[in-house]
């Protein structure tokens, strides 16, 4: 994945059987996802047809129905 914005770059690949990510720029792409993993996993991982995106003045905010 790449973020032009932010100039910043992940790629997960397969080392035999390990799994790896490399990554780069100021932001840490691949960090972000995995700290959206685990609450997603935790609420028994739901399909994209539960999920909601609320946008507001305050940003945005993703839940699960």
Do not use: F
């Not at 932010?6 to 840490?28: L, N």
């Not at 792409?29 to 995995?34: H, Q």
Request: zero cysteines; charged letters at 30%; proline letters at 5%.
């Amino acid at each position: 994945m790449i973020d032009v914005k932010a100039e910043s770059w992940a790629v997960a690949y397969q080392d035999g059987e390990r799994r790896m990510v490399r990554q780069g720029g100021a932001a840490r792409l691949w960090d972000e996802i995995t700290e959206h993993l685990a609450p997603w996993q935790a609420y028994g991982r739901p399909s994209a047809d539960r999920m909601r995106l609320h946008v507001g003045p305050d940003g945005q905010r993703l839940t699960w129905a």
